[in-house]
Structures are given as structure tokens and as C-alpha cells.
């Protein structure tokens, strides 16, 4: 009964989306998601359906996605949508899957990146970033279980943990055209290159006090 409820709930968010898609390009103002936020985040709320809620298969998180996707326009959505889902997805337990399945963790990065977003926005989507990055780099939010060990630095490896969530998701649903002109978000553009080049030159620590040798 739950499993019928999410569904029929990612279906009309979904339609609300698209609905607010056409709207804009219409010229009309897009009402259509934040007339139903208030019922989202209810369900998303209720803690007794948090297995379903992020079950890849009903795959609730990616109507989720669609509504913190920029629209068509390339416009971004509400400020109190963004805030109401990102606050609702810190409280559920995402795991890889969930995220794969959704593309949750491409929109939230894109949250990261942009410029546009309010600055507390960014925070909350930076915040989930961490908090999704975290069993992949085996890294604690516990303080006092932490280890400290002595180790060379290896860019690689946090290429690759950084890439095993990030860059295994799929692109936007949005066409290129929107979110692409505003904020690429290409594969090759939203991490650096980290891989150790032979070709440069270590920099060399020099001590504020050192004194120059007289010319």
C-alpha cells in the first residue's frame, strides 16, 4: 500500500515538472511544483516509509531531481523548494544505489557549482555531498573515532573515490541547451585533473625568514 502511494506521488511529480516546463515556455509563471511541495515533504517526512522512499526501484529521488533541476529556461526552481528537499534528503539514508539510480547526487553537485543559488543553499547541498562522499573515502562525522595516521599525500585515490559517485550518475534530464550554456557540468570539466605529472616541478617551501644572498 505504501509502494502504490510513492509511486502515484513520483508520477504526479513528475507531471508537475513537465507541467511547469510548459508553463514557462508558454510565458506563464510556474506554479505547478509549488503547489504540491507541502504534500512532498510530508511523505518525504514520514519516517515509518524512509526504506521506500529511497528504494531505487520506485525510484522516488529522481522525481525529487526533477523538481531541484533548473527548467527549461535555464531558470532554478523556488527558493523554498530548494530548501524544503534538500532539508527533507539530509534526513534520509541514501545509499549508492539510490543515488545511481536517481542522478540526486548530479543536481546536488550542480547546487555546488553554480553561482546562482543562495548561499545557504549551497551550504546544504555541500553539507550532502559530504555526508554521500563519506562511506566512499571510509571517513567518520564522529570526531573522536577518528584515526590520525601519518601518510604521503596520493591525489589519485581521491580522483577515483570523488569519480565513484560523482561520475557513475547520469546527466540531467534536462536538454543541453539549459543546463549546459549556464553551468557545464561535462564529465572531463567538474573534477581536475589530480593524476601526478612527471613533467612538474615539486615547489620548493621557502622560510619567510631566509635572507637573500647579497648580489
Same mark, same amino acid.
Given at each position: 500500500? &505504501?509502494?502504490?502511494?510513492?509511486?502515484?506521488?513520483?508520477?504526479?511529480?513528475?507531471?508537475?515538472?513537465?507541467?511547469?516546463? +510548459?508553463?514557462?515556455?508558454?510565458?506563464?509563471?510556474?506554479?505547478?511544483?509549488?503547489?504540491?511541495?507541502?504534500?512532498?515533504?510530508?511523505? %518525504?517526512?514520514?519516517?515509518?516509509?524512509?526504506?521506500?522512499?529511497? +528504494?531505487?526501484?520506485?525510484?522516488?529521488?529522481?522525481?525529487?531531481?526533477?523538481?531541484?533541476?533548473?527548467?527549461?529556461?535555464?531558470?532554478?526552481?523556488?527558493?523554498?523548494?530548494?530548501?524544503?528537499?534538500?532539508?527533507?534528503?539530509?534526513? %534520509?539514508?541514501? &545509499?549508492?544505489?539510490?543515488?545511481?539510480?536517481?542522478?540526486?547526487?548530479?543536481?546536488?553537485?550542480?547546487?555546488?557549482?553554480?553561482?546562482?543559488?543562495?548561499? &545557504?543553499?549551497? $551550504?546544504?547541498?555541500?553539507?550532502?555531498?559530504?555526508?554521500?562522499?563519506?562511506?566512499?573515502?571510509?571517513?567518520?562525522?564522529?570526531?573522536?573515532?577518528?584515526?590520525?595516521?601519518?601518510? +604521503?599525500?596520493?591525489?589519485?585515490?581521491?580522483?577515483?573515490?570523488?569519480?565513484?559517485?560523482?561520475?557513475?550518475?547520469?546527466?540531467?534530464?534536462?536538454?543541453?541547451?539549459?543546463?549546459? =550554456? =549556464? =553551468?557545464?557540468?561535462?564529465?572531463?570539466?567538474?573534477?581536475?585533473?589530480?593524476?601526478?605529472?612527471?613533467?612538474?616541478?615539486?615547489?620548493? &617551501?621557502?622560510?619567510?625568514?631566509? $635572507?637573500?644572498?647579497?648580489?
Amino acid at each position: 500500500m &505504501a509502494d502504490a502511494e510513492i509511486e502515484e506521488m513520483r508520477r504526479r511529480m513528475t507531471e508537475a515538472a513537465q507541467a511547469d516546463n +510548459d508553463a514557462r515556455a508558454r510565458g506563464q509563471i510556474a506554479m505547478h511544483k509549488v503547489r504540491m511541495l507541502p504534500a512532498v515533504v510530508s511523505l %518525504l517526512n514520514r519516517n515509518t516509509l524512509q526504506s521506500s522512499l529511497v +528504494d531505487p526501484d520506485i525510484n522516488l529521488l529522481e522525481a525529487v531531481r526533477f523538481f531541484l533541476e533548473p527548467l527549461n529556461d535555464g531558470s532554478l526552481p523556488a527558493y523554498n523548494i530548494q530548501r524544503e528537499l534538500f532539508a527533507a534528503l539530509a534526513k %534520509l539514508p541514501i &545509499a549508492k544505489d539510490a543515488l545511481v539510480a536517481s542522478g540526486i547526487g548530479k543536481v546536488t553537485l550542480f547546487y555546488t557549482k553554480s553561482k546562482r543559488p543562495e548561499l &545557504a543553499i549551497k $551550504r546544504q547541498a555541500g553539507k550532502l555531498l559530504g555526508e554521500w562522499t563519506r562511506p566512499i573515502l571510509k571517513r567518520t562525522d564522529d570526531y573522536r573515532k577518528r584515526e590520525f595516521v601519518e601518510a +604521503d599525500f596520493d591525489p589519485t585515490y581521491v580522483y577515483l573515490s570523488v569519480s565513484l559517485l560523482i561520475h557513475s550518475l547520469p546527466l540531467f534530464s534536462l536538454p543541453p541547451s539549459s543546463y549546459h =550554456h =549556464h =553551468h557545464s557540468l561535462h564529465t572531463h570539466n567538474t573534477i581536475p585533473n589530480l593524476s601526478p605529472n612527471p613533467q612538474l616541478t615539486p615547489l620548493t &617551501a621557502v622560510s619567510p625568514c631566509a $635572507r637573500r644572498s647579497p648580489p
